[in-house]
């Protein structure tokens, strides 16, 4: 027995089978976002099997991100399901043209990986990592420990995770079930956004602007149910916003009065941005605080120092026994000789890309439109029509990553990644950036 929607036919006589189905459709597009699914009762009937069957399918459909329930409404095809990520919302960079999409550092200011590598793999030749050794290298926790200190970040227990994301996934699953709402930034990083929804978690948007979170949007979210936030301390992608300390004081006043709230504080700016730290963390009984290698020592260093209250990383530590077990003892001595070694001159990159970033703001203010770029590696530009500008860049010459990707409820924009533009970038880019985001002058009929 077979349903059909448009094009697409559902098949299947078991909930898993019905329920990959569907992912899978969702995953090609055959299944468009937003989409209607049948009455449960009637695909179980067109199926041939039991209601039970249909729904538990649905069920394992809605807490992998795929599908949403909108009471009497039905079920539909999430607005952007899990399985197709913002990643998806890519820009075809022209011939000739210039990709300022991605996010990415300058590569000409990531440090020699040859070195650390070597001087790691010989630490592994007179001292191999066995099973049952500690999981975590000890040069490089007292490393982050003294920087963790120096920030004022509370004491706890150290892990290592394969990058931000996978210390968010970890520390989410650790405390929250199906269901579960999370309070992000609106915008926020893409990757987070397409997470917590994968979870089975529902998205708490919490407006941001220059200094971060808002507070009075991170109370309403609370006070609505959100059991937990993820929040950026500096270098926030897209917009670039960095907490500042009244900021932090305001927020950490919220938090006071939800103190069971999970907080998750993303710290991926360190090493290269040169503005302090305001931790939040704790405020609150469970928390999390992840500091990342990818930025400023290399993307392929899957690497990210985590440490919380003792049951949060005690959780993470436990489930990563049970999958990777650790993430490799010879990439953490790696992150650890390149630490220690000074190998990056962290105020010189934060200089550099600081440049970049306040001189296409001013340029851009010169011609009469606003960014925002406090820190990091992106500018944010607030546009009527995201569609629109981008397409007009990409016609200039220029790709730029759609706010789509970044957003859910704020209004519309444009990220451009300044972290491979010269001097002698800025004014042309200006121009273009400037011509795609001004509305066409509107034509005067008699």
Same mark, same amino acid.
């Given at each position: 027995m077979l349903i059909v929607l448009g094009e697409y036919r559902i098949t299947g006589r078991g909930a898993a089978e019905i329920a990959a189905e569907v992912e899978r459709a969702v995953g090609?597009?055959?299944?468009?976002?937003?989409?209607?699914?049948?009455?449960?009762?009637?695909?179980?009937?067109?199926?041939?099997?039991?209601?039970?069957?249909?729904?538990?399918?649905?069920?394992?459909?809605?807490?992998?991100?795929?599908?949403?329930?909108?009471?009497?409404?039905?079920?539909?095809?999430?607005?952007?399901?899990?399985?197709?990520?913002?990643?998806?919302?890519?820009?075809?960079?022209?011939?000739?043209?210039?990709?300022?999409?991605?996010?990415?550092?300058?590569?000409?200011? &990531?440090?020699?990986?040859?070195?650390? /590598? %070597? @001087?790691?793999? !010989?630490? *592994? #030749?007179?001292?191999? $990592?066995?099973?049952?050794?500690?999981?975590?290298?000890?040069?490089?926790?007292?490393?982050?420990?003294?920087?963790?200190?120096?920030?004022?970040?509370?004491?706890?227990?150290?892990?290592?995770?394969?990058?931000? &994301?996978?210390?968010?996934?970890?520390? /989410? %699953? @650790?405390?929250? !079930?199906? *269901? #579960?709402?999370?309070? $992000?930034?609106?915008?926020?990083?893409?990757?987070?956004?397409?997470?917590?929804?994968?979870?089975?978690?529902?998205?708490?948007?919490?407006?941001?602007?220059?200094?971060?979170?808002?507070?009075?949007?991170?109370?309403?979210?609370?006070?609505?149910?959100?059991? %937990?936030?993820?929040?950026?301390?500096?270098?926030?992608?897209?917009?670039?916003?960095?907490?500042?300390?009244?900021?932090?004081?305001?927020?950490?006043?919220?938090?006071?009065?939800?103190?069971?709230?999970?907080?998750?504080?993303?710290?991926?700016?360190?090493?290269?941005?040169?503005?302090?730290?305001?931790?939040?963390?704790?405020?609150?009984?469970?928390?999390?605080?992840v500091r990342s290698a990818a930025k400023a020592y290399g993307p392929d260093l899957r690497l990210a120092v985590v440490t919380g209250d003792p049951v949060t990383v005690d959780r993470v530590r436990g489930r990563q026994r049970l999958g990777p077990g650790w993430v490799s003892l010879l990439l953490q001595r790696a992150v650890a000789h390149l630490w220690a070694g000074g190998a990056v001159d962290r105020a010189a990159v934060a200089r550099s890309y600081g440049a970049r970033r306040d001189a296409l703001v001013e340029a851009l203010a010169e011609r009469g439109v606003t960014a925002h770029g406090r820190s990091g590696l992106n500018v944010w530009v607030p546009v009527p029509d995201e569609t629109g500008a981008v397409a007009r860049l990409v016609q200039a010459g220029w790709a730029v990553a759609p706010g789509a990707r970044f957003r859910l409820a704020s209004p519309q924009g444009i990220r451009v990644t300044v972290s491979t533009l010269a001097p002698e970038d800025i004014t042309p880019l200006a121009d273009a950036v400037a011509a795609a985001v001004r509305p066409s002058p509107a034509r005067v009929y008699g």
């Open positions: 090609a597009g055959q299944l468009r976002p937003g989409q209607t699914l049948p009455p449960m009762r009637e695909l179980a009937a067109q199926l041939g099997v039991n209601p039970n069957t249909v729904a538990a399918a649905y069920r394992t459909l809605r807490e992998r991100g795929v599908i949403e329930t909108a009471g009497r409404r039905g079920s539909r095809v999430r607005s952007k399901p899990a399985t197709t990520g913002r990643e998806e919302l890519r820009v075809e960079v022209p011939p000739g043209g210039r990709d300022l999409s991605t996010g990415n550092p300058d590569p000409a200011l &990531l440090p020699r990986l040859a070195p650390a /590598l %070597a @001087a790691a793999a !010989r630490e *592994g #030749d007179r001292r191999p $990592v066995l099973y049952g050794d500690d999981p975590v290298d000890a040069e490089l926790v007292r490393l982050a420990r003294a920087e963790l200190d120096a920030d004022g970040v509370p004491g706890g227990p150290p892990a290592v995770t394969s990058g931000s &994301l996978d210390a968010i996934e970890r520390v /989410l %699953a @650790a405390h929250l !079930r199906p *269901g #579960d709402s999370v309070a $992000v930034e609106d915008p926020g990083w893409g990757s987070a956004l397409d997470l917590v929804p994968a979870l089975g978690l529902h998205l708490a948007p919490v407006g941001v602007d220059d200094d971060g979170p808002r507070p009075d949007e991170l109370r309403r979210a609370l006070e609505s149910g959100a059991r %937990a936030l993820i929040v950026t301390a500096r270098a926030q992608n897209p917009t670039g916003a960095a907490v500042t300390a009244t900021r932090a004081r305001a927020l950490r006043a919220v938090l006071r009065d939800h103190p069971e709230t999970l907080l998750i504080e993303d710290d991926h700016g360190h090493g290269f941005v040169d503005l302090p730290l305001h931790p939040l963390a704790g405020v609150t009984r469970h928390w999390a605080f």
